[in-house]
């Protein structure tokens, strides 16, 4: 084995012989670091980070310049896990070269004796073209882990030649228990394991060096990067800590002064630890773009006023999102709305998708299997959910129930959508609504006392990585057994189904109607069949242990349907009975502030009672709109006293977490909130309630602390890696970007997952709506999911209507032209960040 000097001295000797001879770096071609993060001593571990499986458990500390991992459960065949490998430390990024000359260092210190095992190789794990202490040239001779004794440090300096090289690579440490390549597991419970000194440097060449992604600088002046409407409020934000209004100015593209005032004071946001005061050009209607200035020379970057084509190509981009997440067909490019249509196109997932079925909770046999293909792809997994499904599918029915209510259904005619449905003479949104609504029909218990039940949910046995596409998915898929709160979303859905349908697709109808009936039979025969809050093994875990909400909205829905004086009196005897909710609880929720969620839907029913208010009583809908109007204005409130202007604020982050501070999802909450707001407005025609909406949409595109478009490809700044198994190519450019369209979670002060934490984080020591990081692996802020963009897609195509003056039909990001202003385009996504 060849060993060679430290890194620090290579490095330092190649300084001075590069100042010497006064040739650049670039022109001497001399090797680099090939690590985003050696020594930790910045408080950040970040590219490092741990990888644990369903059954094992780590804990991590970024302190004193080290990385501390403490094994809390190994995992391993003995703790129902499989190897070694359920606990890891792993670098991802890497591009390894075949031929090349690599040196290779890192300390390790356990509390406890033990072994590991480390490796360089792909993702999938089943190539290496390094591990232990090989130097490439002998794999055989160093195959056995290498054990380490208690408190003391072990250095490894060596360098290492491979005979392969591995475009998408990851240096990984294996630390868990037992299995068959690792008698006796890795370290026990309990050991800490401390990481330092860390590098990888290529001494042949620096075309793979590792290169960060550039810093983006926050403006002071933070405005909606999208686009205001000419007939709206508009507000930006200015950052400042002084306590007496600003002056400002705004100009025009041509340098022309427009308008002139002063801030509006505010003071010290709480959400986001921000000092910023308001600044108002509501008065400016003129389409144009436009930049403001203070007095002080701080300058906004360039904005719009007039954004309804950029509106209606957003929401007809949201509404793509379904089609290229759809489970059981080819994904084609024609019908591909923004992008790199190309690599967006892919093959059919999971056909069929027949899975096996567990009739008990955390049951490991099987009952037989069941044909559930179809339906979307829940989130960034290729799960599919129906209590997740159920609200998304609500909403997007819901869509074409309110344009119809505002006679603009013909927006969804045959023909305005890009699916493959768009020749059949129905309306497109409905279309693709049904996609979700017939898998749910295979979702159905089919004999048994639980038939006619749902099943709960359907996906691979475990969890799969990143960079996977569903048609190369290969785990096993199970599907969860039947629970009430399934059983009504399937019974809501179908009912309101039957009603839209209804002199389209008379038999889709009745079929519709029929399911509804039968499902909501059942789940009265079994109103206690409860999902558990913990169950998170291949998929999410969805889970409910209170669904008097669901009775009260299916309820809504059948009554609507049929006029049935039984489901009637179901609903009028709900606790829910007409109201808005601006608190949820029960569930996996303690007092989220919003009015809906999948897990708590109420407020469907009664917004469902608003929209179809031919099918109601005058009582009735009076006593639904007070509400409604209720929870709007509270929402209106809340938009005046926060330092950004959206609907949402602090809340109980989760059922076992007594924390406070922004929930996973938190921007989904916000556009909840501000359907909540439309509604207001539709029914009452008062445009602060419109003003509300368009705040919260103000927020989403980019008047946030984070001066981030939540939304992809709409903005200078928006997020670009939202977590998604196929669209990974931060993490593996054979895969594609992510489309425009797609909203991502946002802040979240949970912190959930290791991506977050590795920055450096501590969970109170970044303020809620700080806490945000747009990365693939930051799943815990960074997710997109069904019943995120359904919302989207509602709210703008609301706002482009009543705020715009008309949605603009068959429009996308790829056509959204000048209404989106855009850097120079270096993804593609056309008209995009």
Known sequence: MHYVNSGKLFRMILAMAVLLTGLSMAVTAYAGEQLGQTNFDDGSGLPWHVVESATAEMDFEITGGAYHIRILNPGGASNGGDDRWDCQFCHKGLKI????????????????????????????????????????????????????RANETKRVDLTFVPTAGVDVAEWAFHLGGDGPYTSGGCFPAGTEIVFDNMSLFDLTSDENDYVPEKEWIRSDILTNQVGYFPSADKMAVLLTDQDIPVAFSVYDEFGREVFSGLTELYGLD??????????????????????????DGRTSRPFRIGCTQAYSAMMFDALNYFYQNRSGIAIESRYITSGDVSTLARAAGHVPD???????????????????????????????YIVNGGIALWTMQNQYETAKRLGREQQFADGTMSIPENGNGRPDLLDEARFELEWMFTMLVQDGPCKDMVYHKIHDEKWTGLGVAPADDTQKRVIKPPTTASTL??????????????????????QCLDVAVRTYAAAKANPAMYAPLDETIGGGAYGDDTVTDEFYWAACELYLTTGDSAYYKDMTASDFFCSIPVGLSGGESINTYASFDWGHTSALGTLSLIVCSGRVNTEDYSLAVDNLLSAAGMYLNRIKYQGYGQPYTVSTLAYNDDETGYVWGSNSLVVNNS???????????????????????????????????????????????????????????????????VLTGGPNSGMQD?????????RGGILPAKCYLDHIEAWSVNECTINWNAPLAWLTGFLANEAGGG????????????????????NPCPGSY
């Open 675 to 741: 359907m909540v707001m439309a509604y207001a407005y539709m029914v009452s025609g008062d445009p602060k309630y419109l003003n509300g909406a368009v705040s919260g949409m103000d927020y989403l595109l980019g008047r946030n602390p984070m001066d981030m478009s939540y939304v992809t490809g709409y903005g200078v700044h928006t997020s670009r890696y939202p977590h998604h198994r196929f669209w990974a190519n931060q993490i593996n450019e054979a895969y594609p970007m992510a489309p425009c369209g």
């Open 354 to 384: 027949v899975a096996q079925i567990e009739q008990i909770w955390g049951y490991t046999g099987t009952s037989g299997t069941q044909d559930v293909s179809g339906g979307w792809y829940d989130a960034g997994d290729q799960g599919k």
């Open 97 to 148: 070269a075949a031929g090349h000359t690599y040196q290779l260092s890192y300390d390790i210190t356990a509390s406890n004796d033990g072994q590991y095992y480390t490796k360089i190789g792909n993702l999938d794990g089943n190539v290496e073209v390094w591990h232990n202490m090989s130097d490439g040239s002998d794999f055989d001779a160093t195959w056995n882990l290498i054990p380490v």
């Open 489 to 510: 979303n399937v019974a809501a859905c179908a009912a309101q189904a039957a009603r839209i349908w209804s002199g389209l697709d008379d038999d889709f109808a009745k």
């Open 754 to 762: 290791p991506w977050v934490r590795g920055a450096g984080w501590k």
């Open 807 to 826: 949605l603009i039909s068959g429009t996308s990001g790829a056509d959204a032209g000048a209404s989106v202003l855009k850097q120079p385009l270096e």
């Open 270 to 295: 709480r959400d986001s630890g921000d000092s910023l005061q308001k600044i108002d050009f509501t008065v400016l209607t003129d389409e144009g773009t436009y930049t403001i200035r203070t007095n």
